[in-house]
C-alpha cells in the first residue's frame, strides 16, 4: 500500500511583472511491502493553471533522512523540475 502525505506547501504571490501566483507542495510517500516501509518524495506546483510534478517511489527505508530532505526543498523553494538533480545529489551524498 503506498500512501502520499503533505507535510508543507509553499505559497508564492502574483508580483506584477515579477512573479505569477504559484503553490509548492511537499509530500512523503510511504510505500508497505510486506514487513518493510520505504519512504519517497514528491514535488508537486500549480500556476495559472499549469501543474508540474516528480514523484519518486522507495527512495530509503530512512524516513528521517527523507523528512529532512523534504525539509531542505521547503526551506529552499526548490521546484519540481530541479528537484530530481538536488534529490540525488544529497542522497549519493548521505548513502
Same mark, same amino acid.
Given at each position: 500500500?503506498?500512501?502520499?502525505?503533505?507535510?508543507?506547501?509553499?505559497?508564492?504571490?502574483?508580483?506584477?511583472?515579477?512573479?505569477?501566483?504559484? %503553490? /509548492?507542495?511537499?509530500? #512523503?510517500?510511504?510505500?508497505?511491502?510486506?514487513?518493510?516501509? *520505504?519512504? $519517497? @518524495?514528491?514535488?508537486?506546483?500549480?500556476?495559472?493553471?499549469?501543474?508540474?510534478?516528480?514523484?519518486?517511489?522507495?527512495?530509503?527505508?530512512?524516513?528521517?533522512?527523507?523528512? %529532512? /530532505?523534504?525539509?531542505? #526543498?521547503?526551506?529552499?523553494?526548490?521546484?519540481?523540475?530541479? *528537484?530530481? $538533480? @538536488?534529490?540525488?545529489?544529497?542522497?549519493?551524498?548521505?548513502?
Amino acid at each position: 500500500m503506498t500512501t502520499c502525505t503533505k507535510l508543507y506547501t509553499k505559497t508564492f504571490s502574483k508580483i506584477e511583472k515579477l512573479q505569477e501566483n504559484e %503553490n /509548492i507542495y511537499y509530500n #512523503l510517500i510511504s510505500s508497505n511491502n510486506n514487513s518493510t516501509t *520505504s519512504y $519517497g @518524495i514528491e514535488v508537486s506546483s500549480e500556476s495559472n493553471g499549469k501543474k508540474e510534478k516528480l514523484s519518486l517511489d522507495c527512495l530509503s527505508e530512512d524516513i528521517v533522512l527523507i523528512n %529532512n /530532505i523534504i525539509k531542505y #526543498l521547503y526551506e529552499n523553494s526548490i521546484k519540481p523540475d530541479v *528537484s530530481l $538533480g @538536488i534529490i540525488n545529489d544529497i542522497l549519493n551524498v548521505t548513502q
